[in-house]
């Protein structure tokens, strides 16, 4: 039975230790980076080698691939796609437009996920920024309206699904407002609740039907002084109840600065609070062991939410790929990607 974890790896392969690793751990599944990709056919391997090693065909392989700054397969070997912030820009002058755009963008991201065997995008990014932020988020949020947020989300989401791949919805339940990156430290946002759920709660309760989601390492000190990665009042009250969130819950990055204490002891913390899975990123063995450690078998509850997000995924619907990218080139011509 698959562990509560999503591990990341050091290279381009699988080392002989890292495989014996991952047979003896069972992590629900593995997520890519740059350090991972060299050009198609190593990718394509590579994900094939981790589902032997696990010996689980179906086991999920992550990638976060928004577009923009945030993408981790690029020229020349793959096409370069905007940053969310450009959809948001055509959407204030022609919605219907943008929403196709962004959906038809999606879509040929998950035609280039799909041909390496890569089953999920770490997008959409349904955070709502706001003024005197971080950069962290910026462009790559869709706009710092609800309305534009959820349309422009939620189009993504149907682009991914229909080319085969799932969507994660982040960062639960917000990290707009943040004013540190998370990166390297612990935001803490100190808006009231009322304003939360009329705004940035809002956005993910429209979206909140989608299979998979991620958490914010962010403070919301109105309603706790835990970063609602590791908050169990964030996760049931706010996620799970106000948004309504009913899908397979992962936290970000546990190895990111905002979290504080051993690398295990924020996996555990994570999972007591409520994630499903942990995700664990950088790729370090020592810490992919110390997580492990800490992470359960992927049952119960967890277990079902878990199966229920991967059954929603279906075979790519047919698409003539060299027209959509015509069409795509259309409609994106003339944003300036400033939303």
């Known amino acids: 039975m698959a562990r509560a974890f999503i591990t990341g790896i050091a290279g ?72 969310a912030a450009a959809y948001g820009d055509l959407y204030d ?65 149907e682009g991914l699904t229909a080319g085969g791949v799932l969507p994660v919805l982040k960062h639960l339940p917000g990290h707009g407002r943040a004013r540190a990156d998370s990166h390297q430290r612990l935001p803490v946002v100190r808006t009231d609740r009322a304003t939360l759920e009329a705004t940035d709660f ?60 051993p690398i295990g002891a924020r996996a555990a913390a994570a999972l007591a609070a409520g994630c499903d899975v942990v995700l664990h990123c950088n790729g370090r063995l020592d810490e992919m062991r110390a997580v492990a450690a800490s992470a359960p078998d992927l049952a119960g509850p967890a277990g079902r939410r878990a199966a229920a997000a991967l059954a929603t995924r279906g075979p790519p619907q047919p698409l003539d790929i060299a027209a959509a990218r015509g069409e795509f080139s259309r409609l994106m011509a003339a944003t300036t990607g400033v939303s």
């Open 12 to 83: 381009t392969a699988i080392a002989p230790a890292e495989r014996d690793f991952l047979a003896a751990s069972d992590p629900w599944g593995l997520i890519l980076f740059k350090r991972n990709i060299r050009e198609p056919a190593q990718v394509h391997d590579l994900v094939a080698e981790f589902r032997n090693v696990v010996a689980r065909p179906e086991a999920p392989v992550l990638i976060d691939q928004e577009g923009g700054r945030v993408q981790r397969l690029a020229p020349p070997h793959w096409a370069a796609y905007p940053a």
């Open 93 to 157: 002058r022609d919605p219907a437009a943008a929403i196709a755009a962004a959906r038809l963008g999606a879509r040929l991201i998950a035609t280039d996920l799909v041909a390496l065997g890569i089953t999920v995008d770490c997008l959409p990014v349904a955070d709502l920024p706001a003024p005197g932020a971080d950069p962290v988020i910026g462009e790559r949020a869709y706009g710092i309206s609800a309305q534009k947020v959820v349309a422009l989300a939620t189009a993504a989401a």
């Open 202 to 261: 809002a956005v993910f309760r429209a979206l909140s039907a989608l299979p998979l989601g991620m958490t914010a390492h962010v403070v919301f000190a109105a309603i706790d002084a835990l970063p609602a990665t590791t908050s169990a009042t964030i996760i049931t009250d706010v996620i799970r109840s106000f948004i309504g969130f009913t899908g397979l819950l992962m936290s970000d990055d546990i190895a990111m600065g905002a979290l504080s204490g």
